[in-house]
């Protein structure tokens, strides 16, 4: 496979990994879909890159929500969260603290944005969405819609999981995954475009992220759907994403991230 047919096919994961159902986050786009101008509560989830706090700060600050989350403990993306917080603002203290305490203080630190709800305990996707709903019972929240804010690359398994544990179909649930890539073919290597989206993973750690998706979003006795794991509600994998991801195997087979069980839901 060259490298023109590996971009294609990385680019065919990214896209539909990365799901979003409105093209920018703005009060414009929520009317123009659902006829609404703010949410009742928008979501941040700590795996994101850092570039998703920036995204959700703006439109926080420009009140497209009248609540806002964000959830996050202790996972396998934190340190790299903290190196890049604390790099680009060396007066947050990033040691040690959890991805929900990074991103507050950052959107704090740059929107002044106060008042919002904290979840520090969630290690992986499946605890992320259980904690959440666990904080909005808490704080008395009534939804009747909501936008939930990952790391594109885990978008889609996390509204996978909301269809499976909000249990009440009458609440909306809005996609936006904090980024959208391109992988693309320059002086002979894989490049990413655009450029410059703050703490964007190196290639190789991104093609394992996308890769190790598609595995868990399979609904079989290996995967995390209704007839496996029972982690998510049930995923319709397009035949050309699964193509793609087999021609990518070839290639990056030892790329496919796997669970670490340090970050698993304690039962």
Same mark, same amino acid.
């Given at each position: 496979?060259?490298?023109?047919?590996? &971009?294609?096919?990385?680019?065919?994961?990214?896209?539909?990994?990365?799901?979003?159902?409105?093209?920018?986050?703005?009060?414009?786009?929520?009317?123009? #879909? *659902?006829?609404?101008?703010?949410?009742?509560?928008?979501?941040?989830?700590?795996?994101?890159?850092?570039?998703?706090?920036?995204?959700?700060?703006?439109?926080?600050?420009?009140?497209?929500?009248?609540?806002? $989350?964000?959830?996050?403990?202790?996972?396998?993306?934190?340190?790299?969260?903290?190196?890049?917080?604390?790099?680009?603002?060396?007066?947050?203290?990033?040691?040690? #603290? $959890?991805?929900?305490?990074?991103?507050?203080?950052?959107?704090?630190?740059? *929107?002044?944005?106060?008042?919002?709800?904290?979840?520090?305990?969630?290690?992986?996707?499946?605890?992320?969405?259980?904690?959440?709903?666990?904080?909005?019972?808490?704080?008395?929240?009534?939804?009747?819609?909501?936008?939930?804010?990952?790391?594109?690359?885990?978008?889609?398994? $996390?509204?996978?999981?909301?269809?499976?544990?909000?249990?009440?179909?009458?609440?909306?649930?809005?996609?936006? &995954?904090?980024?959208?890539?391109?992988?693309?073919?320059?002086?002979?290597?894989?490049? $990413?475009?655009?450029?410059?989206?703050?703490?964007?993973?190196?290639?190789?750690? *991104?093609?394992?992220?996308?890769?190790?998706?598609?595995?868990?979003?399979?609904?079989?006795?290996?995967? *995390?759907?209704?007839?496996?794991?029972?982690?998510? &509600?049930?995923?319709?994998?397009?035949?050309?994403?699964?193509?793609?991801?087999?021609?990518?195997?070839?290639?990056?087979?030892?790329?496919?991230?796997?669970?670490?069980?340090?970050?698993?839901? #304690?039962?």
């Amino acid at each position: 496979m060259d490298l023109y047919q590996m &971009a294609e096919n990385i680019n065919i994961l990214s896209g539909f990994l990365g799901k979003r159902d409105i093209d920018t986050l703005t009060s414009q786009a929520l009317e123009e #879909k *659902y006829r609404i101008s703010q949410t009742d509560l928008l979501i941040l989830f700590g795996g994101s890159i850092a570039y998703g706090c920036d995204v959700v700060g703006q439109a926080v600050s420009n009140h497209i929500v009248k609540n806002f $989350m964000i959830v996050g403990g202790e996972g396998h993306t934190t340190e790299s969260l903290r190196r890049t917080i604390h790099n680009a603002v060396p007066e947050i203290e990033t040691t040690g #603290k $959890m991805e929900a305490d990074l991103m507050s203080e950052y959107i704090k630190w740059k *929107y002044d944005i106060d008042n919002i709800l904290i979840e520090r305990n969630s290690t992986n996707c499946g605890n992320n969405i259980t904690y959440a709903l666990d904080v909005i019972k808490q704080n008395n929240l009534s939804l009747n819609n909501l936008i939930i804010v990952q790391d594109s690359t885990m978008q889609c398994r $996390m509204d996978a999981g909301f269809r499976k544990y909000l249990q009440d179909p009458k609440v909306e649930v809005i996609n936006f &995954a904090s980024y959208q890539a391109r992988v693309e073919v320059k002086n002979e290597k894989l490049v $990413m475009e655009p450029t410059g989206i703050w703490g964007m993973w190196e290639i190789e750690r *991104y093609v394992s992220l996308l890769m190790g998706e598609i595995p868990r979003l399979l609904d079989d006795i290996h995967g *995390y759907g209704p007839n496996g794991k029972n982690y998510i &509600a049930h995923v319709d994998i397009p035949i050309n994403v699964l193509k793609a991801f087999e021609e990518l195997k070839v290639e990056y087979g030892d790329l496919v991230r796997v669970a670490n069980p340090l970050y698993a839901s #304690k039962r």
